[in-house]
């Protein structure tokens, strides 16, 4: 699920906490369907989305 949803400078962060995030396989993947599905139900262009996983340490934003 979605842990954190924000509006910030005009974008749109949809962020999900993972433990140990570095060495998660399917993070990436997981947090790029909740990006299409919000464009979606939403109507907000994919462009101003930005998915994002996180830990304590680290926080991966995915560029494409």
Do not use: M
């Not at 830990?55 to 995915?62: F, G, T, V």
């Amino acid at each position: 699920h979605i842990d954190i949803l924000r509006f910030r400078n005009g974008r749109v962060e949809v962020a999900d906490y993972k433990p140990n995030a570095k060495k998660e396989k399917k993070a990436a993947s997981q947090v790029a369907r909740y990006k299409r599905l919000l464009a979606q139900g939403t109507h907000i262009s994919e462009n101003l989305i930005d998915a994002i996983y996180f830990d304590d340490q680290s926080a991966y934003i995915l560029t494409t």
